[in-house]
């Protein structure tokens, strides 16, 4: 049997627009919220004894997937099954409460984990010494240390013989000794045969501690199989995606920003014009959203002058629909009234409200204006002496 | 994995007893609070109406006896009122657990409404104390407490699942309560005798579902006459009806429950 079984489990986030969106919802029987696809469809079958990492971009659904094992949240649809007990390392001390001592709260956090009373108390001496905290045991909580408090949290959450261990890579314990405590007793973990779901962006970690793994793009499963393949697809996929015009900067998985092309009127790339000539700039991008998405685009001097900001929803611009769900649109501005200077654009996709930013690229497509004659100033305005 | 009934049941042990313990951790007095609070506001009623406003009690003609009638129906009271305000709010303080700990969250309302109904406990042995050292006497009527208690305790926590569910997709409950309550206070019977509600308007009082509690705490401490049996079952039928819709509505939201807290 197998230890933890995931069967075309989907989870859906709700995200409403203003807190009225669910009595709206409630009241009138009609959507007012966007759904968002943490996880989609997903199926994993994981057997005893094996370590099983989790790898992929922020917001790939890694953190969905992690949550739904440890059962703090519940399938849309689909169906998360695991067997014994099952210890998250996600939040360290989670269900502490500051007023009472350490002992109290390892009786309490061991109650939460179904944990009888008499194995708690079995257990307590040796929560308090790999804790190191004989002397302050007896103290509230709220009196620790953030160093303690994290200790004592892993020292509980590790102490009721789990058979599922999640781990984040964020897992970071007190100084050094003690950090090396805690891996010892990780792989002590690994080494009885229990199972432990990890979660890192760290590929060296992952190919040094995991058995098998799953490399999620936006909540689907790119890639599953043994470590070792799994962190190479993954790798391979990132190194690609670093080499092309794609910044780090994705604020939402709704959108991205796939090329940004400046060229001249007639279409050649371009970096330097002239005062008057004319520039075109083409964004293609990505939109996962179903609502109409917006593209901004400003020109921003070097020394941070905002010269001009146009955006597609207040100029009433569709974009253009190519395959593939990509858009793209260009922006041209016919005769450029910008005088000498280090320019360059910031480009960003939003709501059609223009309330939530999907991707902001700042500083791309940098380019040099030069001009002829003794005008001085950010622009040529048109004008008359009378 | 689903949690047995014996690991629930000790969880709800230990939820209430840190529920009791946290409301009084670091107090002067401890729990003696519990019987601190409801004797002094015994006190301030008992002033206002026997010296300031005189309802003419006809059951209850010395200042005593109009206390014992005000305390009886004052208990109750406040332990409904408490555990429903605390109720409202149990899932938002408690955060941290839903979101983080994997955790049957009915158990938040149930120990807050077990935390609330040992202090009424503690302040009925008390008063029960103090009508045995007055009269010399228990009366056999003393057992109606055990169904008055178990119907107050089945009502709030069903009330009380509903409004903290509520409190979560919805968070102006507050308002509602806040207006909600001095409505159900003045339409219950506590500081005035049922019989001096005007006839037009008892239909009102008998819908009121706290009337009937309040006369079954007083006819099980003071002899009073019981509420008769169709108000009993009304009253029954009210408290299992909020129960049950106070389940159903947690049945639906548990599991995204964490995902709005």
């Known amino acids: 049997m197998n230890a933890i079984e995931l069967d075309r489990v989907t989870k859906v986030y709700r995200v409403y627009q203003g807190s009225r969106g669910i009595l709206k919802e409630l009241l009138l029987r009609r959507q007012y919220h966007r759904p968002f696809w943490a996880l989609k469809e997903f199926s994993a079958r994981i057997g005893r004894a094996t370590t099983f990492g ?147 962006h760290n590929m060296y970690q992952v190919r040094q501690l995991c058995d098998q793994a799953v490399w999620l793009h936006r909540g689907e499963c790119r890639a599953t199989g043994p470590a070792a393949e799994v962190v190479e697809q993954y790798s391979d996929f990132q190194r690609e995606s670093r080499a092309g015009t794609r910044p780090a900067g994705t604020l939402h998985p709704f959108s991205s920003i796939e090329s940004v092309a400046l060229t001249d009127l007639a279409g050649q790339p371009r970096s330097q014009f002239l005062t008057g000539e004319g520039l075109k700039l083409t964004v293609r991008a990505r939109f996962r959203a179903a609502s109409q998405p917006n593209l901004g685009i400003a020109i921003i001097r070097n020394d941070g002058v905002v010269c001009y900001c146009a955006n597609t929803v207040e100029d009433q611009f569709h974009l253009k629909e190519e395959k593939n769900g990509i858009c793209s649109a260009t922006l041209e501005f016919s005769q450029l009234p910008l005088l000498s200077g280090r320019y360059h654009f910031s480009i960003a996709t939003t709501d059609e409200r223009r309330l939530q930013a999907y991707e902001i690229m700042d500083s791309t497509c940098s380019f040099i204006v030069r001009h002829s004659g003794s005008d001085y100033g950010l622009v040529r305005l048109a004008h008359t002496w009378k | 994995m689903s949690t047995s009934l014996r690991d629930r049941l000790f969880l709800l042990r230990e939820l209430t007893l840190r529920d009791l313990k946290l409301r009084y951790i670091g107090s002067l007095m401890g729990l003696f609070w519990t019987v601190v609070h409801p004797v002094f506001m015994l006190l301030l009623y008992t002033f206002v109406f026997s010296q300031v406003i005189r309802p003419g009690w006809p059951q209850a003609q010395t200042v005593g006896s109009f206390a014992s009638y005000l305390f009886a129906g004052l208990l109750p009271w406040i332990q409904f009122h408490e555990s429903i305000t605390r109720c409202a709010t149990v899932f938002i303080e408690n955060g941290n657990l839903i979101k983080k700990v994997k955790f049957p969250v009915e158990l938040l309302p149930g120990s807050t409404v077990l935390s609330s109904v040992s202090s009424l406990l503690v302040a009925l042995a008390v008063f029960v104390a103090i009508l045995f050292f007055n009269s010399g006497a228990v009366s056999l009527s003393l057992l109606w407490l055990l169904p008055a208690i178990l119907l107050q305790t089945v009502g709030t926590l069903g009330a009380g699942l509903l409004v903290a569910g509520t409190n979560i997709f919805m968070r102006d409950i507050h308002q509602f309560l806040a207006m909600g309550f001095p409505f159900l206070f003045w339409a219950t019977p506590i500081v005035y005798p049922p019989a001096s509600v005007p006839i037009r308007y008892q239909w009102l009082s008998g819908a009121n579902p706290l009337t009937h509690l309040v006369g079954l705490y007083r006819a099980a401490l003071l002899g009073a006459d019981l509420p008769g049996i169709a108000p009993l079952v009304y009253l029954s039928l009210v408290s299992a009806g909020m129960f049950i819709a106070g389940w159903a509505l947690l049945r639906r939201t548990r599991g995204i429950l964490s995902d709005y807290v």
């Open chain 1, 54 to 200: 989790v790898i992929g971009d922020n917001g790939a659904g890694k953190s969905t997937l992690l949550k739904l094992i440890t059962g703090t949240t519940a399938p849309t649809s689909g169906t998360v099954r695991t067997s014994g007990r099952v210890a998250s390392l996600l939040e360290l001390g989670a269900g502490f409460h500051p007023e009472f001592t350490g002992r109290e709260n390892i009786h309490f956090t061991a109650a939460t984990l179904g944990v009888s009373r008499q194995e708690a108390r079995a257990r307590e001496p040796q929560i308090i010494e790999f804790a190191e905290l004989s002397e302050f045991i007896d103290q509230p909580i709220k009196t620790y240390s953030s160093g303690m408090y994290l200790r004592l949290g892993f020292a509980t959450a590790t102490a009721f013989d789990p058979d599922v261990l999640v781990i984040d890579e964020a897992l970071a314990v007190g100084d050094q000794n003690f950090q090396k405590k805690c891996v010892d007793r990780i792989h002590h973990f690994k080494d009885a045969g229990r199972n432990i779901v990890f979660c890192s």
